[in-house]
Nanobody, 116 residues
Framework: QVQLVESGGGLVQPGGSLRLSCAASGFTFSNYAMSWYRQAPGKERELVATISNSGVSTNYADSVKGRFTISRDNAKNTMYLQMNSLRPEDTAVYYC?????????WGQGTQVTVSS
């Protein structure tokens, strides 16, 4: 069955960096675009970044452009989110996701907290 497992979250000071990973299994990873979403307390889940199946094309939310980089390694069935210059407003649970013809799948999420 489909599994998406995020890791790499934690507590970091403002201005710091984190690298999130999403290990995928149960589907042909290289066939699908993948995305990172995040949800802060009391807020709706929002799209952070998307990467095409080949990794050539990427898109970012305006709030993270220039600070976050999405990437993937199709040989390892893994997607990444490099987050630099982190701000307190980046605090959220971060989810990886993909959608096929029938359903959108989500990981369990990883908590990122940016605080001094």
């Amino acid at each position: 069955q489909v599994q998406l497992v995020e890791s790499g979250g934690g507590l970091v000071q403002p201005g710091g960096s984190l690298r999130l990973s999403c290990a995928a299994s149960g589907f042909t990873f290289s066939n699908y675009a993948m995305s990172w979403y995040r949800q802060a307390p009391g807020k709706e889940r929002e799209l952070v970044a998307t990467i095409s199946n080949s990794g050539v094309s990427t898109n970012y939310a305006d709030s993270v452009k220039g600070r976050f980089t999405i990437s993937r390694d199709n040989a390892k069935n893994t997607m990444y989110l490099q987050m630099n210059s982190l701000r307190p407003e980046d605090t959220a649970v971060y989810y990886c996701t993909y959608r096929n013809l029938f359903k959108q799948y989500w990981g369990q999420g990883t908590q990122v907290t940016v605080s001094s």
